[in-house]
């Protein structure tokens, strides 16, 4: 059983009937879901992932106008749940806000994740908050939210500004370029086979960001990075190629191949990024240094298109 279900059958027969009989009062201004970091709050959990924090739970977000007296109550009854549910077995609750699971105010979360105690964000913020926190700020399911007021803060995380998602795509166009087209063959030209998979490792790790700014989706935390390209409709066929240019040795022959699994990543990346934002590139030869800057003279807010091409990115 996946995490994101134990969570949602752990709410519904032991949480809800507890918050209902215990909490009517606060039914209508608290949000109940499974969301944050975790394999299960992105639905990647498997029989690996169940070594530590897998266990039934879920989060209840309160509002920071609930007094402390109740948010402790609530904590407290949350903790006198059914310690085990389906065979698996609950761990330690920790204080208010301070687990993955249990009481969390909505500002925390919203904190922690994106640095604004109400999920609002100015541009420049947007271009500064990592997108793996945005990813978890976003995932897994909110069971109930009568109020609505945490879910429309959620969805207003959802997508990030247009000229914030450019500025985003720009410097990761950039940064492909400069270590898949440039520096990857002159490393190869000197010998210097480990400078060039780090070339090789630096064009996965920008050339992916792309694929996920093109897409409008947040790039998770690495580890599931690649799981989450495979979800990507005009991505997925790509996750093999990035692989292979990690995974392989850097000797003259296998070299070839990699420029040329480079160049077919760099004409996929450049057809996607044309059909986004109708910049001009060349299909069999595309420079994607060429195509980073025209991407960057689309942004349509002037204060981000000014700023240094590589601002939004790391």
């Known amino acids: 059983m996946k995490g994101l ?11 809800a009937p507890m918050l209902h009989s215990r909490f009517p009062e606060l039914e209508g201004i608290l949000a109940v879901g499974l969301s944050g970091p975790g394999s299960e709050c992105f639905g990647y959990d498997d029989d690996i992932s169940r070594d530590h924090d897998f266990e039934p739970g ?4 309160a509002p920071d106008s609930l007094d402390r007296k109740s948010l402790f109550e609530l904590e407290r009854a949350y903790a006198s749940l059914p310690r085990s549910f389906l065979g698996f ?17 909505q500002s925390d979360f919203f904190r922690q994740h994106t640095g604004s105690p109400t999920g609002s964000l100015t541009p420049r913020e947007w271009m500064r908050v990592p997108e793996s926190f945005l990813a978890e700020a976003t995932n897994g399911e909110i069971f109930r939210d009568d109020a609505g007021t945490f879910s429309a803060a959620r969805s207003s995380l959802l997508h990030m500004p247009e000229s914030v998602r450019l500025k985003k795509l720009a410097g990761n166009l950039l940064l492909s370029a400069q270590s898949g087209q440039y520096n990857y063959g002159r490393c190869i030209k000197r010998g210097d086979t480990a400078a060039a998979q780090l070339s090789a490792i630096e064009f996965t790790r920008h050339a992916m960001a792309s694929c996920f700014n093109i897409s409008g989706r947040y790039m998770p ?9 495979s979800t990507l409709p005009e991505f997925a066929t790509l996750a093999d190629a990035f692989e292979y240019l990690i995974s392989t040795d850097n000797d003259k022959k296998t070299a070839a191949v990699k420029t040329d699994v480079i160049g077919d ?3 996929t990346l450049a057809e996607q990024t044309s059909r986004l934002t109708n910049a001009a590139y060349k299909c069999e030869n595309p420079d994607l240094e060429r195509l980073a800057y025209a991407v960057n003279d689309k942004i349509k807010d002037t204060d981000i298109r000014s700023l240094n091409i590589l601002y939004a990115v790391d």
């Open 5 to 15: 279900e134990l969570s949602r059958r752990f709410y519904l027969e032991c949480g």
């Open 58 to 61: 879920f989060c209840i977000f």
């Open 89 to 105: 077995e609950r761990s330690a609750v920790a204080p208010v806000g301070g687990s993955r699971h249990g009481v969390i105010l």
């Open 221 to 229: 935390y690495y580890k599931w990075s690649f799981t989450a390209l």
């Open 265 to 267: 990543i760099c004409r």
